[in-house]
């Protein structure tokens, strides 16, 4: 079994979904206009749905092929990582960010 996907709250759809694209997600259902929006990058999927007010903090780690690729592409979006990539003392190269809804997102591969 795996985690399919990740709902998450937003209290702005279309700053979220540049927020993802700008990670490699893309839009497969809903969109800037919609109250609920599923971003999907491979077999992961992010799930927003739209709120009235911030929801409570959450963090998603998601295992991809290159951290240092994604978090200079972050880079290159004028995202703000919390740090660049590093190796973990638990065995894996991760570098963490947050979405604009506050919730802390992890892209890690094993070492």
């Given at each position: 079994?795996?985690?399919d996907a990740?709902?998450?709250?937003?209290?702005d759809m279309?700053?979220?979904i540049?927020?993802y694209?700008a990670?490699?997600f893309?839009?497969?259902?809903g969109?800037?206009?919609?109250?609920?929006?599923?971003?999907?990058?491979?077999?992961?999927?992010?799930?927003?749905?739209?709120?009235?007010?911030?929801?409570?903090?959450?963090r998603v780690?998601?295992h991809v092929d290159?951290?240092?690729a994604?978090?200079?592409r972050?880079i290159?979006?004028?995202?703000?990582?919390?740090?660049?990539?590093?190796?973990?003392?638990?065995?894996?190269?991760?570098?963490a960010i947050?979405?604009?809804?506050?919730?802390?997102?992890?892209?890690?591969?094993?070492?």
């Open positions: 079994m795996r985690i990740v709902t998450l709250a937003t209290v279309s700053t979220s540049n927020f694209e990670l490699g893309e839009v497969s259902f969109g800037h206009g919609s109250s609920f929006t599923t971003m999907s990058a491979g077999v992961c999927h992010v799930n927003l749905t739209l709120t009235g007010e911030p929801g409570p903090w959450g780690i998601f290159d951290v240092d994604l978090h200079a972050a290159a979006a004028g995202l703000s990582p919390r740090h660049p990539p590093r190796d973990a003392d638990w065995g894996e190269r991760m570098f947050g979405d604009p809804s506050g919730h802390e997102l992890s892209f890690a591969r094993s070492l």
